[in-house]
């Protein structure tokens, strides 16, 4: 991982967020409130903006102030989880050391840990932990494999099947969590857009 | 979408500096990170109260901001909680020495962007969170209920008490006890429209009503062929008095709320109509509040929040006011 990594990941991933606006969109009016999607767009705009001034930066600080970015720039749950997802990476050890495959996956993994932490959300509960909470799990396994690119196409899956699994459960958290029965048979547009960012960074490592 | 507005990334910017303006007397704006204060510091040893969440919701929170009331808010985007640095901001700028109270209305967001917020503030401080909305039930589907309009009489009645040199302490378990007190629900007509969106939130035929809507126009409990009025406001009650079960000499506030779009004219004719459904069920109204205070932009709408009133609460809702949305005995 480093800074030039992060910065084509934001592009590629707000092409993809872009152009499957319109359903993460429709999916918060059914059983949020709507503001998922801006959030999440002006995110990746601002950490896409943010180009010229980390590009040259060591790891630890470039991650801080994406970090400091989304964190107050976005507002929302989205903006607390992402910013503390970001907080949560930077404060990794040895960040001016090379970043590998196996510290990458650590760094993820705990940066999920921290979100679980800061939503007081666990696996079940119709929110982007669906999602993201088994794909770290899948990481944690995979972080110690040289031949990681096949294990990468199985998050791909399980990132895709959990976002999926998110249609049929109730919800306990977040703004669904106030429709009980009625959140029901709508996909959470937290998991959707989760699972469309790990599905994007997943490919670009696995055809780079 | 046809609203007053230049261009949306400048819309929420415009419309604090416009508040700002107009009410130079009573606040500042600050802006980037935003903030709405006091013209006038905080006197030593006042607890400072801080509010916040989405805007849209206007006057809610930064209307309430003023001698009596609040002593700053922080506006988010629309419908969105506002971030951590605001807050920290707006802690820094207003806290007097003796603490700063957080009043957080119970949404997801909010609630982690205020928990952050007072992470990082370093002063002292602690947070009240309103979850008044009875209209999700208490199930083991259901963790939590949403913080909607009793969040204007939790910060009326404990500011009152922070002006009159109430503890942080003292201070949090008075808007604990309002907010237990008080039960809230809400019906829309109409969906309402997120600029950043440029169409309506929802789909509601013209016939239709949603019972129990949020004030984003979240869905609620259910979505209704519309009645007469005396049958809505017979069924709001209803929810609130199971809930809040006031006993026969106990008083009452009714608080009768606009979602914004709908009249003053329609609005006082629910407090009739809850006036006389209250009344023939012996449930006794000692205070009122009718007005647009806890909106969902255009949306057309009411809810209605009873607050059972004790003394204390009576005291404090009575005393001296003066914000840009409410004003009294000053």
Same mark, same amino acid.
């Given at each position: 991982m480093s800074v030039s990594f992060l910065i084509s990941q934001a592009k590629g991933i707000q092409k993809v967020i872009d152009e499957n606006s319109a359903e993460i969109e429709v999916l918060d009016q059914k059983i949020g409130d709507g503001d998922h999607i801006f959030n999440i767009q002006r995110g990746l705009k601002l950490v896409v903006e943010l180009e010229d001034s980390i590009k040259d930066l060591p790891l630890a600080k470039a991650l801080n102030m994406i970090a400091m970015k989304v964190l107050s720039g976005i507002g929302g749950s989205s903006g607390a989880l992402f910013g503390t997802f970001f907080m949560t990476m930077a404060k990794s050890p040895d960040l001016d050391k090379d970043v590998d495959f196996n510290k990458a996956c650590e760094m993820i993994i705990s940066g999920i840990k921290a979100m679980k932490e800061r939503g007081k959300a666990d696996v079940g509960e119709k929110t982007m932990m669906d999602v993201l909470i088994p794909v770290s799990e899948k990481l944690n396994e995979l972080k110690n494999e040289s031949e990681f690119k096949s294990g990468l196409n199985e998050v791909i899956k399980i990132a895709e099947e959990r976002m999926l699994s998110t249609k049929d459960m109730l919800a306990?958290?977040?703004?669904?969590?106030?429709?009980g029965e009625r959140a029901k048979g709508h996909i959470d547009p937290g998991a959707r857009s989760s699972q469309l960012i790990i599905d994007t960074i997943c490919k670009s490592v696995i055809n780079n | 979408m046809k609203k007053f507005i230049n261009n949306n990334d400048d819309f929420l910017k415009e419309s604090l500096t416009g508040f700002g303006k107009a009410h130079s007397d009573i606040i500042n704006v600050n802006l980037d990170p935003s903030f709405v204060s006091r013209k006038n510091k905080t006197k030593d040893g006042k607890v400072s109260l801080i509010s916040g969440g989405g805007s849209g919701h206007e006057p809610m929170h930064g209307g309430f901001v003023g001698h009596g009331m609040l002593d700053a808010a922080c506006p988010g985007f629309v419908f969105s909680a506002p971030t951590p640095d605001q807050m920290q901001a707006a802690a820094e700028h207003v806290d007097s020495g003796a603490g700063v109270l957080f009043i957080v209305k119970n949404y997801s967001g909010d609630i982690m962007n205020f928990q952050m917020g007072a992470e990082m503030y370093s002063g002292k401080n602690d947070s009240i969170v309103t979850n008044d909305d009875?209209?999700? %039930?208490?199930?083991?589907?259901?963790t939590g209920r949403r913080g909607v309009a009793a969040t204007v009489l939790v910060e009326k009645i404990v500011g009152s008490l922070a002006e009159h040199s109430g503890s942080l302490e003292e201070c949090k378990k008075l808007g604990e006890k309002v907010n237990k007190n008080a039960g809230t629900m809400g019906v829309a007509f109409t969906s309402c429209t997120v600029p950043a969106a440029g169409k309506p939130t929802f789909d509601i035929g013209d016939d239709e009503m949603e019972f129990?809507?949020?004030?984003?126009?979240e869905p609620g409990r259910k979505r209704e062929k519309i009645q007469p009025s005396k049958t809505i406001v017979g069924n709001i009650l209803e929810a609130i008095l199971d809930n809040l079960?006031? %006993?026969?000499?106990e008083k009452n506030l009714l608080f009768v709320n606009g979602m914004g779009g709908t009249p003053l004219t329609e609005l006082y004719l629910v407090y009739e109509d809850a006036c006389q459904i209250l009344q023939s069920k012996g449930v006794q109204v000692t205070k009122s509040l009718v007005g647009?205070?806890?909106?969902?932009? %255009?949306?057309q709408g009411a809810s209605i929040t009873l607050l059972k009133c004790d003394d204390e609460i009576l005291k404090h809702w009575d005393s001296p006011v003066h914000t840009a949305a409410m004003r009294w005995g000053m």
């Amino acid at each position: 991982m480093s800074v030039s990594f992060l910065i084509s990941q934001a592009k590629g991933i707000q092409k993809v967020i872009d152009e499957n606006s319109a359903e993460i969109e429709v999916l918060d009016q059914k059983i949020g409130d709507g503001d998922h999607i801006f959030n999440i767009q002006r995110g990746l705009k601002l950490v896409v903006e943010l180009e010229d001034s980390i590009k040259d930066l060591p790891l630890a600080k470039a991650l801080n102030m994406i970090a400091m970015k989304v964190l107050s720039g976005i507002g929302g749950s989205s903006g607390a989880l992402f910013g503390t997802f970001f907080m949560t990476m930077a404060k990794s050890p040895d960040l001016d050391k090379d970043v590998d495959f196996n510290k990458a996956c650590e760094m993820i993994i705990s940066g999920i840990k921290a979100m679980k932490e800061r939503g007081k959300a666990d696996v079940g509960e119709k929110t982007m932990m669906d999602v993201l909470i088994p794909v770290s799990e899948k990481l944690n396994e995979l972080k110690n494999e040289s031949e990681f690119k096949s294990g990468l196409n199985e998050v791909i899956k399980i990132a895709e099947e959990r976002m999926l699994s998110t249609k049929d459960m109730l919800a306990t958290k977040g703004r669904a969590s106030f429709l009980g029965e009625r959140a029901k048979g709508h996909i959470d547009p937290g998991a959707r857009s989760s699972q469309l960012i790990i599905d994007t960074i997943c490919k670009s490592v696995i055809n780079n | 979408m046809k609203k007053f507005i230049n261009n949306n990334d400048d819309f929420l910017k415009e419309s604090l500096t416009g508040f700002g303006k107009a009410h130079s007397d009573i606040i500042n704006v600050n802006l980037d990170p935003s903030f709405v204060s006091r013209k006038n510091k905080t006197k030593d040893g006042k607890v400072s109260l801080i509010s916040g969440g989405g805007s849209g919701h206007e006057p809610m929170h930064g209307g309430f901001v003023g001698h009596g009331m609040l002593d700053a808010a922080c506006p988010g985007f629309v419908f969105s909680a506002p971030t951590p640095d605001q807050m920290q901001a707006a802690a820094e700028h207003v806290d007097s020495g003796a603490g700063v109270l957080f009043i957080v209305k119970n949404y997801s967001g909010d609630i982690m962007n205020f928990q952050m917020g007072a992470e990082m503030y370093s002063g002292k401080n602690d947070s009240i969170v309103t979850n008044d909305d009875v209209a999700v %039930e208490d199930s083991t589907f259901t963790t939590g209920r949403r913080g909607v309009a009793a969040t204007v009489l939790v910060e009326k009645i404990v500011g009152s008490l922070a002006e009159h040199s109430g503890s942080l302490e003292e201070c949090k378990k008075l808007g604990e006890k309002v907010n237990k007190n008080a039960g809230t629900m809400g019906v829309a007509f109409t969906s309402c429209t997120v600029p950043a969106a440029g169409k309506p939130t929802f789909d509601i035929g013209d016939d239709e009503m949603e019972f129990g809507v949020g004030i984003h126009g979240e869905p609620g409990r259910k979505r209704e062929k519309i009645q007469p009025s005396k049958t809505i406001v017979g069924n709001i009650l209803e929810a609130i008095l199971d809930n809040l079960k006031p %006993e026969k000499n106990e008083k009452n506030l009714l608080f009768v709320n606009g979602m914004g779009g709908t009249p003053l004219t329609e609005l006082y004719l629910v407090y009739e109509d809850a006036c006389q459904i209250l009344q023939s069920k012996g449930v006794q109204v000692t205070k009122s509040l009718v007005g647009n205070y806890c909106t969902s932009l %255009e949306m057309q709408g009411a809810s209605i929040t009873l607050l059972k009133c004790d003394d204390e609460i009576l005291k404090h809702w009575d005393s001296p006011v003066h914000t840009a949305a409410m004003r009294w005995g000053m």
